[in-house]
Structures are given as C-alpha cells and as structure tokens.
C-alpha cells in the first residue's frame, strides 16, 4: 500500500460529532448507535405490549364470572392465552372451591411478558368457567 493510499485510508471526517474520527471510527460509532436505537426500540416494544396485555387482562378477569363460556372469556381476554394443565384443587380468587363434582377439561394461563404474573381460568368438559386465580411469581 503506497503512502498516499494509506493517508486516504485515514482521511478524518470533518463534519459535527464525528470531526477528528477516521472514516472508521465514524462509520463503527455510527453503527452502534444503530444497535442501541435498534434494541431500544424492542425493548420498549416488548415492555408496552407486555403493560398493555396486563391491563387488559387484569380488567377482563375481574368480569368472568362461574358459568361463562370459553367463546366469553376468549372474548374478555382475547386469545393470546396458553392452553395448560389442570390446576390439583380448583380456586375462585384464592379461595378453594369444595368439590361439586364438575372436574376441569382444560385450563388457559395468560401471562404478559416481561411481568411477574398471571391468570388460571379452568373450564370444565361443557367448555363452562369452574375456577379462576391470579398469582405472582416469587
């Protein structure tokens, strides 16, 4: 590499923040600059989602009621919740419920992403609310 192609190489920038950078420099800080407005932008995506989903689930649990159909609580709460196994011993709000011989056919949890939180709703084999809770993770 002749002299002046080395010089070329180092040419400086000239303009604003990046006066007294190499072109390399100015291009390296320019990309992380981009990195970080990139991750910031799903950061604060992921955790508006996830301050929207627990608002409107928290507001649509507080209205299922024994008895409500899925196609209901699906209505309530949308579709976004995992289907997963039958909770041991049913609760309404924390409370036990005494065996009335109705036993749960599936189960929904719906859980925001990134909170510490989430919903049980349990339907029995007519597809017919029997049990709901609220927990948060330790």
């Keep these: 590499m002749s002299l002046r192609a080395a010089q070329a190489a180092e040419e400086i920038e000239g303009k604003g923040y990046y006066r007294g950078l190499t072109k390399r420099a100015a291009r390296a800080s320019r990309l992380v600059l981009a990195l970080v407005a990139a991750v910031s932008v799903v950061s604060t995506g992921i955790v508006g989602r996830g301050y929207y989903l627990e608002r409107q689930w928290r507001n649509a649990y507080a209205v299922v009621n024994r008895g409500d159909s899925r196609a209901h609580v699906t209505q309530l709460m949308g579709s976004a919740g995992d289907t997963v196994a039958c909770s041991s011993a049913p609760t309404w709000d924390g409370v036990r419920i ?23 709703i349990e339907f029995d084999a007519r597809d017919r609310v029997i049990s709901k809770s609220f927990w948060v993770f330790d």
């Excluded at 011989?101 to 189960?107: F, N, S, T, Y």
């Design 98 to 120: 005494e065996d009335s011989g109705v036993r749960c056919a599936a189960a929904m949890s719906y859980i925001p992403v990134p909170f510490f939180e989430g919903w049980l």
